[in-house]
């Protein structure tokens, strides 16, 4: 079919079609198409097209549309995705089976689908899940140019942190010694690592730090990495003072590690505190908590963030505090 598409020289292709994106004239449903170094981009209206440039109309071939979940099921869906897993919290069977199938049907690259079957629990923060299609918890997810392998079934993972994670890392430089006391399958430890830091990451769950391990060769970073399974109160001894930045991400439980951060921090440490709190007075608890703990420091809180809304009325905050011996 022929549309009215903007005429330009190849090279003049990207200039142009900015210029149109910001005039919102470029047709979404039609392929931009060149021939013989001359490009043709399909517009929605050809009077709005700024009057320097030559309108024609031209045969260009449709734009294929993903399929999406909401484009199968009449009602509104939420989903998030972890690698090739797709992730839904659906407490009608019903619902939850005909979503399954239109996630799996869509054009998403996904193999499984899982309803959350409780909420996340215990020290290693793991949760039950029911499988509704596909038959493996284990993926490769992407963030951040980073890959991570790890098993839902087993370990802790959020990609709702993946800004924060990235807030983080990208201040790290490679001088610093960092330590990760709740790290997971490594997803600040990895980056940290490839800032060219020497990162340590702790976690109680063996699983979280074999896949640790194994992210980091996968990410190239070993040599910048150690990983220690087990409770981070126990490796006070071998690395008292020795910190110069500290990760903290064990919302509801972590005022009960700030004496063992102390014992980590160095002369001047930097400590990211994940926290849970009311909207009311989301900081005040965390400034508190290392006002008493921190006698023998100075205490200077230098950034205080929501991370995210966690449940009515509740927010998952972080402060940056800085400790001064
Ligand atoms: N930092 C990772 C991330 O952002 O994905 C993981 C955070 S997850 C909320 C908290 C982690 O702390 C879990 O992997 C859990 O196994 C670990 N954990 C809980 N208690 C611990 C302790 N006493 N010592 C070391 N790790 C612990």
């Given at each position: 079919m022929k549309v009215p598409c903007v005429v330009v020289d190849r090279t003049d292709g990207e200039e142009t079609r900015q210029t149109l994106a910001t005039a919102d004239v470029l047709a979404d449903d039609w392929q931009i198409t060149v021939e013989d170094g001359t490009l043709y981009l399909p517009v929605t209206d050809p009077d709005a097209v700024p009057d320097e440039y030559t309108i024609q109309y031209h045969e260009v071939p449709a734009r294929e549309q993903p399929t999406m979940p909401a484009d199968l099921v009449d009602f509104d869906v939420s989903y998030e995705r972890i690698g090739d897993i797709v992730i839904i919290d659906e407490d009608d069977a019903d619902r939850a089976q005909q979503l399954a199938d239109?996630?799996?049907?869509?054009d998403l690259p996904v193999t499984t689908v899982l309803n959350r079957a409780s909420k996340i629990k215990g020290e290693l923060r793991v949760r039950d899940w029911e499988v509704l299609a596909g038959n493996s918890t284990e993926t490769v997810h992407r963030e951040y140019g980073f890959e991570y392998?790890?098993?839902?079934?087993?370990?802790?993972?959020?990609?709702?942190?993946?800004?924060?994670?990235?807030?983080?890392?990208?201040?790290?430089?490679?001088?610093?010694?960092?330590?990760?006391?709740?790290?997971?399958?490594?997803?600040?430890?990895?980056?940290?690592?490839?800032?060219?830091?020497?990162?340590?990451?702790?976690d109680k769950n063996e699983v979280a730090i074999q896949y640790l391990n194994e992210n980091a060769a996968r990410n190239s970073v070993s040599d910048h990495v150690t990983a220690i399974a087990g409770d981070v109160r126990a490796v006070t001894d071998e690395y008292t003072d020795w910190a110069d930045r500290l990760m903290m991400n064990l919302p509801h439980s972590a005022d009960q590690?700030?004496?063992?951060?102390?014992?980590?921090?160095?002369?001047?440490?930097?400590?990211?505190?994940?926290d849970i709190q009311h909207e009311d007075d989301p900081f005040g608890p965390a400034k508190q908590l290392f006002q008493e703990h921190a006698e023998e420091y100075s205490v200077t809180v230098e950034n205080e963030r929501i991370v995210r809304s966690y449940a009515p009325h509740e927010l998952n905050v972080?402060?940056?505090?800085?400790?001064?011996?």
């Amino acid at each position: 079919m022929k549309v009215p598409c903007v005429v330009v020289d190849r090279t003049d292709g990207e200039e142009t079609r900015q210029t149109l994106a910001t005039a919102d004239v470029l047709a979404d449903d039609w392929q931009i198409t060149v021939e013989d170094g001359t490009l043709y981009l399909p517009v929605t209206d050809p009077d709005a097209v700024p009057d320097e440039y030559t309108i024609q109309y031209h045969e260009v071939p449709a734009r294929e549309q993903p399929t999406m979940p909401a484009d199968l099921v009449d009602f509104d869906v939420s989903y998030e995705r972890i690698g090739d897993i797709v992730i839904i919290d659906e407490d009608d069977a019903d619902r939850a089976q005909q979503l399954a199938d239109a996630i799996v049907e869509s054009d998403l690259p996904v193999t499984t689908v899982l309803n959350r079957a409780s909420k996340i629990k215990g020290e290693l923060r793991v949760r039950d899940w029911e499988v509704l299609a596909g038959n493996s918890t284990e993926t490769v997810h992407r963030e951040y140019g980073f890959e991570y392998a790890l098993d839902l079934d087993s370990v802790y993972f959020s990609p709702r942190l993946a800004t924060e994670r990235h807030r983080v890392t990208e201040q790290i430089t490679a001088a610093e010694q960092v330590l990760d006391m709740f790290a997971g399958v490594g997803p600040f430890v990895i980056p940290a690592a490839a800032q060219g830091a020497t990162t340590v990451g702790v976690d109680k769950n063996e699983v979280a730090i074999q896949y640790l391990n194994e992210n980091a060769a996968r990410n190239s970073v070993s040599d910048h990495v150690t990983a220690i399974a087990g409770d981070v109160r126990a490796v006070t001894d071998e690395y008292t003072d020795w910190a110069d930045r500290l990760m903290m991400n064990l919302p509801h439980s972590a005022d009960q590690f700030v004496d063992t951060a102390l014992a980590l921090a160095g002369d001047e440490c930097l400590i990211h505190y994940y926290d849970i709190q009311h909207e009311d007075d989301p900081f005040g608890p965390a400034k508190q908590l290392f006002q008493e703990h921190a006698e023998e420091y100075s205490v200077t809180v230098e950034n205080e963030r929501i991370v995210r809304s966690y449940a009515p009325h509740e927010l998952n905050v972080v402060l940056d505090i800085k400790v001064s011996r």
